[in-house]
């Protein structure tokens, strides 16, 4: 199989894929939810993380020939998508019983391709696929009655009643029967903890730059975003759309954080939730990690939106609770990409929220795009600046930078159809190692300005602040390692790259 680039393929985040030189493994939450629910009912689970283990494709056979799973589980996205085809197709030779279930926000938007492409058995649409597995499963074995958002073929043996389901047919012409609509109203409360052990925690522990101590781990407080409106969020219109967020309970929350700290070396903590909850829920939960002690055994870290808080109360609130790492989705530094991207965030608000954040104790860090199609020179250097200017500031502390990807099922991929700025609709290329988005701007000053976005912090200012900072040996080895991952972003957007492949 031939590769378009060197580096490792990152599908674990599941928003952004991406392959790095420097990689960051980190911890696949609703997987991990899935595997841990079907163990809680009986069930017995394998957890195979190909990427994490650094296996080969030969490797990855030879634990499945050893294992021989009735149901194989895989979560897959729109960059390799024509890989996992191939991978189906190879799959289902070597192990004609097993059931090959697949998962994910493409399928989601559309799960007929993937039919007409591969031998699947089943697609999992929607983001609650934890509960629909175990669904599914109770199905097969039990004849349970099975809930909206399941995908397979007219005349699957293994489904009862199934000629009371809606029949679809596929552009190839393949029938194929749908549960009905996407059920997203489960109770997250009804979830078991994520059994670490099972799924090798150890694994996503120390490669992850939202890190400072080590070994760190993942919560996932909610399901997704509660804003869910972004236009280039492909979770926020397919298996998380607006309207269904949820999350858990503050209590339930702060139990599984008790049982994690009772029985693991867990040093950070952070919240993969799209965007923590804010309110009366947050200051519940703030207050959980005070009384019950947690604040003084683990430092938190969680996403967060620019303008979600606007009082230094409870940013204080947040750093007396040992909050650490705070990340945001700035994105741009214009106010007409904020609008067209809907989110609901104005410029200025940009320095109002780090600065907060960084009063409070916290360590703000941005994420960042480069390559809209209707952004100019100027304007990416704008962005460029600003970001500039809050490093000079010392209200961030890092920074991500990244080409942005038109998904599938994004409003954003919508429009660059409308409108014709794609230059390629071959997912393969949607691995952000190249813009698939016309513009003004060359491919080569894209690439190289979000090279410019990672150097934005190298101020004197900032480097004499963060040597003052140093306090302790976690300091010293959290900057290294940020030199290091530094390194391997420039690597990462390297402009003479799009010509490298690799051969495996």
């Known amino acids: 199989m031939k590769l ?24 696949p939450m609703v997987p991990a939810y899935a595997a841990s629910n079907l163990k809680a009912h009986g069930y017995e689970v394998v957890w195979m993380d190909g990427i994490a283990e650094k296996l080969t494709y030969e490797q990855y056979l030879s634990q499945l020939e050893k294992e021989r799973p009735d149901v194989l589980l895989v979560e897959t996205k729109a960059p390799v998508l024509h890989h996992h085809w191939e991978t189906i197709t190879d799959l289902k030779s070597k192990f004609p019983e097993m059931l090959l279930v697949w998962v994910g926000d493409h399928l989601t938007w559309d799960p007929t391709e993937t039919f007409d492409k591969s031998p699947v058995d089943f697609i999992l649409t929607g983001g609650d696929y934890d509960f629909l597995i175990l669904n599914l499963i109770d199905h097969l074995t039990k004849g349970t009655a099975l809930e909206g958002g399941i995908w397979f073929r007219d005349g699957n043996s293994r489904i009862k009643n199934q000629e009371t389901l809606e029949l679809k047919t596929s552009p190839a012409g393949n029938k194929l029967r749908v549960t009905g609509p996407i059920s997203l109203k489960h109770n997250l409360d009804d979830l078991p903890f994520v059994d670490r052990d099972l799924t090798k925690w150890e694994l996503y522990a120390y490669a992850n730059g939202n890190y400072k101590y080590f070994p760190g781990t993942y919560m996932y407080s909610g399901r997704d975003c509660w804003w869910g409106r972004c236009t280039f969020c492909v979770w926020d219109h397919t298996i998380n759309p607006l309207g269904t967020y949820r999350s858990f309970s503050p209590k339930r929350l702060l139990d599984e954080i008790g049982y994690v700290l009772d029985h693991y070396p867990v040093k950070e903590i952070f919240d993969d939730a799209g965007t923590l909850r804010i309110g009366p829920w947050l200051k519940e939960f703030c207050t959980g990690l005070i009384e019950r002690g947690y604040n003084k055994r ?72 480069m390559g809209y199609p209707w952004e100019t020179f100027e304007d990416a250097k704008r962005t460029i600046d600003l970001a500039a200017h809050l490093f000079k500031k010392g209200y961030v502390d890092t920074l991500q930078a990244t080409v942005v990807i038109p998904y599938p099922g994004a409003p954003l991929w919508k429009e660059c159809r409308e409108k014709g700025w794609l230059l390629t609709e071959d997912y393969a290329h949607y691995d952000m190692r190249e813009p698939v988005m016309k513009s003004e701007l060359t491919k080569e000053r894209i690439m190289t300005l979000t090279q410019e976005l990672y150097k934005s912090f190298l101020s004197p200012q900032y480097i004499v602040r963060k040597v003052l900072e140093i306090r302790s040996f976690d300091d010293i080895k959290f900057l290294v390692l940020a030199g290091v991952k530094l390194v391997g972003h420039l690597l990462d957007f390297n402009k003479d790259q799009v010509k490298s492949t690799k051969t495996l």
């Open 4 to 27: 378009r680039y060197s580096g490792v393929p990152l599908l674990s985040q599941n928003r952004q894929y991406q392959i790095f030189h420097a990689p960051t493994f980190i911890y």
């Open 298 to 369: 683990v430092v938190y870290g969680c996403n967060m939106r620019l303008n979600a808080i606007r009082d230094q109360e409870t940013y204080d609130l947040m750093g007396k609770a040992n909050f650490r790492f705070i990340l945001y989705g700035m994105e741009s530094g214009n106010q007409k990409t904020l609008d067209k991207l809907d989110k609901g965030l104005q410029v200025e608000q940009i320095e109002e929220g780090v600065r907060m954040a960084k009063k409070a104790g916290l360590d703000p860090h941005l994420t960042v795009m």
